[in-house]
């Protein structure tokens, strides 16, 4: 007969799972690394649409485009939304996080200590430059957009003025979206280091409190109860040497001696 081994439950086993709006769990890691990747990305079409530029080649009075422009339109579109979709996802995913987490220690803490000011100053810093470049690369991606739109159609033909993007505003763009991603994960970070000390501050207060409670009511000394035993019956004593024997009671040894 074949046995099967059952494997023996360990301490890791009885820890609970965190869930998954928590800040430390895996989900948590999956929105940052797709909020980086969403980044990368973004840079790379950026780069592209950098490279593939609608140029001018201008004439005495007339001016003629180098393509239609399509090319850099459509990965400064998608670059556009990449980036928006990853802001967000990720803001959004803080946001639930830290509204759906149980108030912790550190709602308690003092607002003049060095702890609570360095992740304030933390927060504010990362929260604010990364919506500021956020906006500024959105905002280049548009002038990007609105400008290789306008001449999608009849491209080739000569006009008499031709509208270009200056060499360098999807690069920019591109900075900026990397910008925005990694600063973005910094503020992950931050609300990440905030809530491993509140968690750190809530069990050295919950030991401290099982503590004083243990030490607050003292063992109480066990009470000694005294069992009665049952009176023994008469004994009989035989004198082995006098080879006569008699018989006393319990009653009467004292009256022996």
């Given at each position: 007969?074949?046995?099967t081994?059952?494997?023996?439950?360990?301490?890791?086993?009885?820890?609970?799972?965190?869930?998954?709006?928590?800040?430390?769990?895996?989900?948590?890691?999956?929105?940052?690394?797709?909020?980086?990747?969403?980044?990368?990305?973004?840079?790379?079409?950026?780069?592209?649409?950098?490279?593939?530029?609608?140029?001018?080649?201008?004439?005495?009075?007339?001016?003629?485009?180098n393509?239609?422009?399509?090319?850099?339109?459509?990965?400064?579109?998608?670059?556009?939304?990449?980036?928006?979709?990853?802001?967000?996802?990720?803001?959004?995913?803080?946001?639930?996080?830290?509204?759906?987490?149980?108030?912790?220690?550190?709602?308690?803490?003092?607002?003049?200590?060095?702890?609570?000011?360095?992740?304030?100053?933390?927060?504010?810093?990362?929260?604010?430059?990364?919506?500021?470049?956020?906006?500024?690369?959105?905002?280049?991606?548009?002038?990007?957009?609105?400008?290789?739109?306008?001449?999608?159609?009849?491209?080739?033909?000569?006009?008499?003025?031709?509208?270009?993007?200056?060499?360098?505003?999807?690069?920019?763009?591109?900075?900026?979206?990397?910008?925005?991603?990694?600063?973005?994960?910094?503020?992950?970070?931050?609300?990440l280091?905030?809530?491993?000390?509140?968690?750190?501050?809530?069990?050295?207060?919950?030991?401290?409190l099982?503590?004083?409670?243990?030490?607050?009511?003292?063992?109480?000394?066990?009470?000694?109860?005294?069992?009665?035993?049952?009176?023994?019956?008469?004994?009989?004593?035989?004198d082995?040497?006098?080879?006569?024997?008699?018989?006393?009671?319990?009653?009467?040894?004292?009256?022996?001696?």
């Amino acid at each position: 007969m074949s046995r099967t081994r059952v494997r023996a439950v360990t301490h890791q086993d009885l820890v609970p799972n965190p869930k998954t709006t928590d800040l430390s769990s895996k989900t948590g890691i999956f929105v940052v690394v797709l909020t980086i990747l969403f980044g990368l990305s973004c840079f790379v079409l950026c780069l592209y649409a950098e490279a593939t530029r609608s140029q001018a080649t201008w004439g005495s009075k007339t001016c003629v485009y180098n393509g239609s422009g399509k090319t850099p339109l459509l990965c400064g579109a998608i670059a556009f939304v990449g980036l928006a979709v990853a802001m967000v996802g990720l803001h959004m995913y803080l946001l639930i996080a830290v509204t759906t987490s149980a108030p912790h220690v550190l709602d308690t803490w003092d607002p003049d200590s060095v702890p609570a000011k360095t992740l304030t100053f933390q927060a504010a810093f990362f929260f604010v430059s990364t919506w500021l470049c956020f906006g500024v690369g959105e905002v280049l991606l548009l002038v990007g957009l609105s400008v290789e739109s306008g001449h999608l159609k009849n491209w080739s033909k000569p006009k008499p003025s031709c509208l270009v993007i200056r060499q360098g505003l999807f690069s920019a763009a591109g900075v900026f979206s990397l910008l925005t991603v990694f600063l973005a994960t910094g503020l992950y970070l931050t609300a990440l280091q905030a809530h491993r000390i509140s968690k750190d501050l809530e069990n050295t207060h919950r030991e401290i409190l099982e503590a004083s409670v243990l030490y607050a009511s003292p063992p109480r000394s066990p009470t000694n109860r005294m069992a009665t035993v049952a009176r023994e019956g008469p004994a009989t004593v035989r004198d082995e040497s006098t080879s006569f024997g008699y018989l006393v009671s319990l009653k009467q040894l004292p009256y022996m001696v």
